[in-house]
T-cell receptor
Framework: DAGITQSPRHKVTETGTPVTLRCHQTENHRYMYWYRQDPGHGLRLIHYSYGVKDTDKGEVSDGYSVSRSKTEDFLLTLESATSSQTSVYFCAITPGGGGNEQFFGPGTRLTVL | QQQVKQSPQSLIVQKGGIPIINCAYE??????FPWYQQFPGKGPALLIAIRPDVSEKKEGRFTISFNKSAKQFSLHIMDSQPGDSATYFCAASSAPGYALNFGKGTSLLVTP
């Protein structure tokens, strides 16, 4: 899993509660990404980061925010979870300082009741 | 809208067969085309990738064929094995550090 850890690996929460997912890497990779995977949709980009405190929106960013206060951690926050955010969330990195390759973490399965 | 269209949605082949998965794109700015393999409960794993300056790339039993004029690319799995049973995703991106645009995936089953 490209040296990426994600936590928690599974979470069940209720509608309206805040949720934060963590992606951690130890190789000083500059680029980090959050995707969600849903049946019939493949993987879709939520947000990405190109450095500490440098982030940008992806295709499906509504309802999500991110923060990257240090190189190794990229946090995804659902301010007020909704059932439509039930999904599997994957973090990815691009090795080194750039390039096209992306390697994915093991994923977090989130269920919003 | 889906920037990369993948077909078929599912595929069943016998051991030793050659499954072929196809993808098409419209954005001519795309210049990197990877394929990912995903097993249940795991993250997608990079399998093989190609750039538009070559028409074919092989890595082991996996081959990408690329047709720049048709804006299509495909994955061929030679001598397929039951262990190749997984979901395969094609993707495309336009620049380093940019998002990967994924197809919707193909579920492959290789029967013994």
């Amino acid at each position: 899993d490209a040296g990426i850890t994600q936590s928690p690996r599974h979470k069940v929460t209720e509608t309206g509660t805040p949720v934060t997912l963590r992606c951690h890497q130890t190789e000083n990779h500059r680029y980090m990404y959050w995707y969600r995977q849903d049946p019939g949709h493949g993987l879709r980009l939520i947000h990405y980061s190109y450095g500490v405190k440098d982030t940008d929106k992806g295709e499906v960013s509504d309802g999500y925010s991110v923060s990257r206060s240090k190189t190794e951690d990229f946090l995804l926050t659902l301010e007020s979870a909704t059932s439509s955010q039930t999904s599997v969330y994957f973090c990815a990195i691009t090795p080194g300082g750039g390039g096209n390759e992306q390697f994915f973490g093991p994923g977090t399965r989130l269920t919003v009741l | 809208q889906q920037q990369v269209k993948q077909s078929p949605q599912s595929l069943i082949v016998q051991k030793g067969g050659i499954p072929i998965i196809n993808c098409a794109y419209e954005n001519t700015a795309f210049d990197y085309f990877p394929w990912y393999q995903q097993f249940p409960g795991k993250g997608p794993a990079l399998l093989i990738a190609i750039r538009p300056d070559v028409s074919e790339k092989k890595e082991g039993r996996f081959t990408i064929s690329f047709n720049k004029s048709a804006k299509q690319f495909s994955l061929h799995i030679m001598d397929s094995q039951p262990g190749d049973s997984a979901t395969y995703f094609c993707a495309a991106s336009s620049a380093p550090g940019y998002a990967l645009n994924f197809g919707k995936g193909t579920s492959l089953l290789v029967t013994p």
